[in-house]
């Protein structure tokens, strides 16, 4: 485990995550299946093998911490049906603190009319998310804007 600052490498947090976003998207009961199709992208090679894996390494996180899968799981599909519904409602913007490696701006691509979302993170966790999406041929909607924050540090009042 690394301890250089969030300024020097991404979030580590948002990678489990997104694992777990990912697992949770080839689970074959279609009432746990988790909805997030794009969050394997941002997975680096061996995340990818572990999910191919995916049952049994999820039986181990399980048992190292429970709950957190089915939170994560949870958590998704609850801000999925959040963010779909203020994009009918044609909010006039959005804004994820921590993005991390969120998907729903490109998930709900077609949905986006005139919202403007705002994904706000560390510099380096945004500068890996961008390699992933351009390595995988997505384009930046838009309506998305990156702003980069250091949230140990900055003041998200006086951005």
């Known amino acids: 485990m690394s301890n250089q600052p969030i300024e020097q490498k991404p979030s580590r947090t948002a990678g489990i995550v997104c694992f777990f976003r990912a697992c949770a998207n080839k689970e074959k009961n ?25 049952k049994l390494t999820l039986a181990i996180a399980k048992r190292k911490v429970p709950g957190t899968y089915e939170y994560v799981i949870a958590r998704t599909k609850f801000f999925d049906d ?6 009918v409602d044609n909010y006039p913007q959005i804004v994820f603190l921590g993005a991390g490696y969120d998907t729903r701006p490109y998930r709900f691509q077609d949905s986006i009319k005139q919202t403007e979302i705002f994904e706000l993170d560390a510099p380096t966790t ?13 384009s930046i909607p838009n309506k998305l804007h990156f702003v980069p924050i250091n949230f140990n540090k900055e003041d998200l009042a006086k951005l």
């Open 30 to 54: 279609e009432q746990i299946r988790g909805p997030d199709h794009l969050a394997k992208i941002y997975l680096k090679n061996f995340y990818r093998l572990l999910l191919t894996f995916h």
């Open 126 to 138: 945004q500068q890996i998310k961008k390699q992933f999406l351009k390595k995988s041929n997505i």
């Open 82 to 87: 959040v963010f779909n519904q203020a994009l």
